[in-house]
């Protein structure tokens, strides 16, 4: 069995800790109905979900109407969803189960905890703080706080920065490829979640260090392959 070092670990935020898919769908729905566009499934938005908000409308209007809108359209709608979605921000979402239990444990075991998203940085804080985990992430790096947004390295390495641990050294926990290719890029070991937004991707395809089924079973993940365990 493979060990790592762990010093930290950083959480993707959208289908890893929480499930946002209610809240975005029905921004997404509203921004549809506006253009007199028919909704879409809720099962459908959650397969668009991925590569962020612009990746998401482009693919929604191609759905919806057909066509594939252009760049600067595509800017416009984003724009229009962003006010939906900041409107109602977190009404529609909730937390995985096992996700506070995970992160209680691994706070007890003294690890610094970060989130690594590419959601734009206006909405993490505000989406935390409609759960039981807001204050508990000793870094929060948003989709505009680095240079590029994953699968780049940036963000992961901005958020072991501001923990003040060797990048390599921070143990990454996402739901999709974007997650495992910026710990890869930052050489650093990453682990995912068989729930969240992969648009369709087997998890085993990842190419993880691990799947874990639920985050309260990550500490004994960790646990299991540190040469410190976490204490009980």
Not at 3 to 22: E, I, K, N, S
Not at 32 to 48: I, K, N, Q, S, W
Not at 73 to 85: D, F, K, T
Not at 143 to 149: F, Q, S
Request: hydrophobic share 45%.
């Amino acid at each position: 069995m493979r060990r790592f070092a762990v010093d930290a670990v950083a959480f993707d935020l959208d289908g890893t800790l929480v499930d946002t898919v209610g809240d975005l769908a029905h921004a997404l729905n509203r921004t549809l109905a506006e253009d007199g566009l028919a909704a879409l499934p809720l099962a459908t938005v959650r397969d668009l979900i991925g590569k962020g908000i612009r990746n998401l409308v482009a693919r929604a209007y191609a759905i919806a109407r057909g066509a594939t809108p252009a760049g600067d359209e595509v800017g416009r709608i984003v724009a229009r969803h962003s006010a939906h979605y900041a409107a109602t921000l977190g009404e529609r979402s909730s937390p995985y189960p096992g996700v506070v239990e995970g992160l209680a444990r691994l706070r007890e075991g003294g690890l610094p905890l970060a989130v690594v998203t590419n959601k734009a940085t206006r909405f993490v804080q505000p989406h935390l703080d409609r759960t039981a985990f807001a204050d508990w992430f000793d870094a929060i790096v948003g989709g505009d706080d680095a240079a590029a947004k994953k699968p780049d390295a940036a963000p992961l390495a901005l958020a072991a920065a501001r923990l003040g641990v060797d990048v390599r050294r921070v143990l990454m926990v996402g739901d999709s490829g974007n997650d495992v290719a910026c710990a890869r890029a930052a050489g650093a070991p990453v682990v995912v979640v068989p729930y969240g937004y992969r648009e369709g991707v087997s998890v085993q395809d990842l190419g993880a260090d691990g799947i874990v089924e639920s985050l309260d079973e990550l500490p004994a993940w960790v646990a299991g392959r540190r040469a410190e365990p976490i204490p009980r």
